[in-house]
């Protein structure tokens, strides 16, 4: 029997998409400003997951390099068909709609084809592609249409579908309207399954907050016509209780003894209210029933944390970088530099800030909720230090060099910092995000960050922050907490990385 851990990937990992090749699970979620981009995990059991690889590590291959904060890589589809793994996924605001494939999920992936219109004048118009083959070959593309640029900017058509030629990347006529589920805002993430001579549509309506739910319908033809299911939407968190919130844009697999499983996105809100998720949304998974009458049913998704975790990391070791760590629009290579000072990592600030599009930042994907991270740092050449990003409006940090330590809060408009000399090249740095003590009363919130440092042994405690301004509901984000190193002048050298965190 197989032990469903929830989330199955901590920490923002949005928009998943599943697929089976023979006993091996494929898992591909968003990254939108973040590099390298698309990460690919596998299992081989459904329980436990490993990050292979990335399908591309340059701003180039997704055309984000100066794409707009919300934009940049959105959801993928992976499939595997006929020996080979395509992967179709809109780029918003940048390359436009692309399909790439890879004889390996692990990589190396192609660059990435545009799907053009049928007049060839450009991308397939629209987000959330789902890639699907009929018995005879054809390739359907399945697809939400909001209209991203051009002069319908901004509406929603629905969801749409073409027949594509893969081989020259060119839709083969024009989109057809599919079902669009039940009126929910904001129909998406599409997927089609052929089951037993039957399509199934399945979709994402109410928009991809607290009213997220999943809707399928179903049909003779991957063409549609589409005949709804009774019981829509099959899963949603929407008006409940549960831990999990905002449940929806799944996508269908079978698992290891022939179950069926929904793997989707959700958040874990934290506060009286459940009103902050500050890691972003993170993907779920839940059992699928098919019932008598053809229609699946899918099961309230059920919290269950995986144990807590330490990651250390000794930048004086040979190793290289893992695959966690993540650049801002830029590539990780432009931004460690492990040969300027042996046994430190070493960042060469630019005279950018976290404020800015384009830091000097290597960060992680904040992964637990109660969360502590420590670096230490020479800053005796520079300015840095260490920061939780949500966007260039939204961060904290703890920062060292020409002799202060500052510990800074900018929650949109508003700045707060916290300073204190030090002298001496080497300190530890620290950013624990922390529940809260008990509440004035009902007042709580998701978490508070603790700003910190320790200088000649001693630990300092600089500032606390309400952990409410770095959420995905506060700052209006698609993606999740980050924490990073970062150099804003000089050269700021890391001897070592320690985040420990769980989910209690
Ligand atoms: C994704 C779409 C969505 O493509 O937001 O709100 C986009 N729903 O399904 C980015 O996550």
């Given at each position: 029997m197989t032990t469903l851990f929830n989330p199955v990937l901590n920490g923002f990992h949005p928009d998943p998409s599943v697929v089976r090749v023979g006993?091996?699970?494929?898992?591909?979620?968003?990254?939108?400003?973040?590099?390298?981009?698309?990460?690919?995990?596998?299992?081989?059991?459904?329980?436990?997951?490993?990050?292979?690889?990335?399908?591309?590590?340059?701003?180039?291959?997704?055309?984000?390099?100066?794409?707009?904060?919300?934009?940049?890589v959105w959801a993928p589809t992976i499939r595997h068909h006929d020996g080979v793994f395509h992967l179709v996924i809109t780029i918003a605001m940048g390359r436009g709609m692309l399909h790439f494939t890879a004889a390996d999920a692990a990589g190396p992936w192609s660059d990435g084809d545009l799907i053009l219109s049928v007049d060839g004048s450009g991308s397939v118009n629209g987000i959330d592609p789902d890639i699907a083959w009929d018995a005879a070959g054809n390739a359907y593309v399945t697809y939400s249409g909001l209209i991203?640029?051009?002069?319908?900017?901004?509406?929603?058509?629905?969801?749409?579908?073409?027949?594509?030629?893969?081989?020259?990347?060119?839709?083969?006529?024009?989109?057809?309207?599919?079902?669009?589920?039940?009126?929910?805002?904001?129909?998406?993430?599409?997927?089609?399954?052929?089951?037993?001579?039957t399509w199934y549509l399945m979709i994402a309506e109410g928009g991809t907050e607290r009213g997220h739910g999943i809707s399928i319908a179903r049909s003779a033809s991957p063409e549609g016509p589409f005949e709804t299911a009774p019981q829509n939407p099959l899963v949603s968190a929407r008006s409940t209780i549960r831990p999990v919130?905002?449940?929806?844009?799944?996508?269908?697999?079978?698992?290891?003894?022939?179950?069926?499983?929904?793997?989707?996105?959700?958040?874990?809100?934290?506060?009286?209210?459940?009103?902050?998720?500050?890691?972003?949304?993170?993907?779920?998974?839940?059992?699928?029933?098919?019932?008598?009458?053809?229609?699946?049913?899918?099961?309230?998704v059920l919290l269950n944390p995986r144990p807590g975790t330490r990651v250390e990391v000794d930048f004086s070791a040979d190793g290289d970088l893992d695959g966690e760590w993540l650049a801002i629009r830029r590539p990780i290579a432009e931004i460690a530099d492990p040969a300027a000072r042996p046994g430190w990592l070493t960042l060469h600030g630019d005279g950018s800030t976290l404020d800015d599009s384009h830091p000097v930042f290597l960060g992680r994907r904040q992964e637990h909720l109660t969360n502590r991270v420590t670096v230490t740092v020479d800053a005796s050449a520079g300015v840095g230090g260490i920061g939780v990003r949500y966007d260039e409006r939204f961060h904290v940090e703890v920062e060292a060099g020409a002799g202060v330590v500052t510990a800074r809060a900018v929650l949109g408009g508003l700045r707060q910092e916290w300073t204190l000399p030090y002298s001496g090249d080497v300190l530890d740095l620290h950013i624990d995000s922390l529940k809260p003590e008990a509440g004035i009363g009902f007042v709580s919130t998701s978490d508070v960050f603790h700003l910190a440092a320790t200088i000649d042994g001693e630990r300092v405690e600089l500032g606390e922050v309400d952990g409410r301004f770095l959420s995905s509901e506060t700052t209006e984000s698609f993606t999740g907490r980050v924490i990073g190193l970062y150099a804003v002048t000089g050269d700021v050298s890391f001897q070592s990385w320690i985040a420990e965190g769980n989910d209690e």
């Amino acid at each position: 029997m197989t032990t469903l851990f929830n989330p199955v990937l901590n920490g923002f990992h949005p928009d998943p998409s599943v697929v089976r090749v023979g006993d091996e699970w494929f898992l591909a979620t968003s990254s939108f400003e973040y590099l390298p981009g698309i990460p690919i995990h596998r299992s081989r059991d459904f329980e436990t997951w490993e990050l292979i690889g990335h399908v591309g590590a340059l701003p180039e291959t997704f055309g984000i390099a100066d794409v707009p904060t919300a934009g940049g890589v959105w959801a993928p589809t992976i499939r595997h068909h006929d020996g080979v793994f395509h992967l179709v996924i809109t780029i918003a605001m940048g390359r436009g709609m692309l399909h790439f494939t890879a004889a390996d999920a692990a990589g190396p992936w192609s660059d990435g084809d545009l799907i053009l219109s049928v007049d060839g004048s450009g991308s397939v118009n629209g987000i959330d592609p789902d890639i699907a083959w009929d018995a005879a070959g054809n390739a359907y593309v399945t697809y939400s249409g909001l209209i991203l640029d051009g002069p319908g900017i901004g509406t929603h058509l629905g969801i749409l579908q073409v027949k594509v030629d893969l081989e020259n990347h060119i839709a083969l006529e024009e989109p057809r309207s599919l079902w669009s589920g039940t009126g929910g805002q904001f129909p998406e993430a599409p997927h089609l399954y052929e089951v037993d001579g039957t399509w199934y549509l399945m979709i994402a309506e109410g928009g991809t907050e607290r009213g997220h739910g999943i809707s399928i319908a179903r049909s003779a033809s991957p063409e549609g016509p589409f005949e709804t299911a009774p019981q829509n939407p099959l899963v949603s968190a929407r008006s409940t209780i549960r831990p999990v919130q905002n449940t929806g844009h799944g996508d269908l697999v079978v698992g290891p003894d022939g179950e069926w499983f929904c793997i989707m996105l959700g958040v874990r809100p934290r506060s009286m209210t459940r009103a902050f998720s500050a890691l972003g949304r993170e993907t779920f998974v839940s059992p699928v029933h098919w019932q008598a009458d053809g229609w699946p049913t899918i099961d309230p998704v059920l919290l269950n944390p995986r144990p807590g975790t330490r990651v250390e990391v000794d930048f004086s070791a040979d190793g290289d970088l893992d695959g966690e760590w993540l650049a801002i629009r830029r590539p990780i290579a432009e931004i460690a530099d492990p040969a300027a000072r042996p046994g430190w990592l070493t960042l060469h600030g630019d005279g950018s800030t976290l404020d800015d599009s384009h830091p000097v930042f290597l960060g992680r994907r904040q992964e637990h909720l109660t969360n502590r991270v420590t670096v230490t740092v020479d800053a005796s050449a520079g300015v840095g230090g260490i920061g939780v990003r949500y966007d260039e409006r939204f961060h904290v940090e703890v920062e060292a060099g020409a002799g202060v330590v500052t510990a800074r809060a900018v929650l949109g408009g508003l700045r707060q910092e916290w300073t204190l000399p030090y002298s001496g090249d080497v300190l530890d740095l620290h950013i624990d995000s922390l529940k809260p003590e008990a509440g004035i009363g009902f007042v709580s919130t998701s978490d508070v960050f603790h700003l910190a440092a320790t200088i000649d042994g001693e630990r300092v405690e600089l500032g606390e922050v309400d952990g409410r301004f770095l959420s995905s509901e506060t700052t209006e984000s698609f993606t999740g907490r980050v924490i990073g190193l970062y150099a804003v002048t000089g050269d700021v050298s890391f001897q070592s990385w320690i985040a420990e965190g769980n989910d209690e």
